[in-house]
């Protein structure tokens, strides 16, 4: 689904990313790790065209991409979470599950029932305003309002990033149902380990904008991959 080579991305004249290749597929969780301030959240900016990239090649369901806007990825199938989660807090629960409408044709602007189904919270909430809810059920809001948009690669930065251990647990259980739907194809940035191993099928450890190690689950063992991300 996803193949980028030789990727690179600058703010300014400091360049960020430095050549990163990486391949998701669908039906696979690929996971990027490493310590902060190493471009993972930048290397998803690019993928998302929220941040365009300086040099490399992007193919995307076998389409070769150019530097195109965010919503035009967006209407390709990238589905974007991005990390703090970005809800519209003024807007109900059912207005921003709403805003990922903008990708679809009129005939499917409905919220389907499996949303709800995924996170039952927010059928319970549809009413409340996105700044009234919990960090929990506000990231639930944000990979919800992704799923909205039917994604072909769905972009996760750091979903665990201040919640609470049970809903955690929830979140992990929606990727590892959408991984095993085999309908898309998952990147996963994720600084907890214990969380991104159990998911992963797939690892690249970058470290100062390049890749360290990269490799499926029966390549690199577990306690390689931790000495990697470690400081």
Excluded: W
């Amino acid at each position: 689904m996803l193949n980028i080579e030789n990727l690179t991305l600058h703010y300014g004249q400091s360049q960020i990313l430095k050549g990163i290749s990486l391949e998701a597929d669908v039906g696979q969780v690929t996971c990027v790790m490493g310590t902060n301030g190493v471009g993972k959240t930048s290397l998803l900016k690019a993928i998302s065209g929220v941040h365009h990239r300086s040099g490399g090649d992007y193919t995307l369901d076998g389409q070769a991409i150019g530097r195109i806007p965010a919503h035009q990825l967006a209407a390709r199938g990238v589905g974007y979470v991005p990390q703090g989660r970005d809800i519209f807090p003024l807007l109900t629960v059912t207005e921003n599950l709403e805003t990922g409408f903008a990708c679809l044709p009129r005939s499917e602007h409905k919220i389907p029932d499996h949303i709800y189904e995924l996170f039952p919270v927010l059928k319970d909430m549809r009413n409340r305003r996105g700044g009234d809810l919990s960090g929990g059920q506000q990231q639930q809001l944000s990979i919800a309002r992704a799923l909205i948009t039917r994604p072909k690669l769905l972009l996760l930065d750091e979903p665990t990033e201040g919640i609470q251990p049970n809903i955690i647990q929830q979140i992990g259980r929606v990727i590892a149902l959408l991984r095993d739907e085999g309908k898309m194809a998952i990147v996963l940035v994720e600084q907890y380990f214990e969380f991104a191993y159990g998911l992963a099928d797939r690892f690249c450890v970058i470290e100062r904008g390049e890749v360290k190690l990269a490799g499926d689950r029966e390549s690199l063992s577990k306690e390689l991959l931790r000495e990697a991300v470690s400081v």
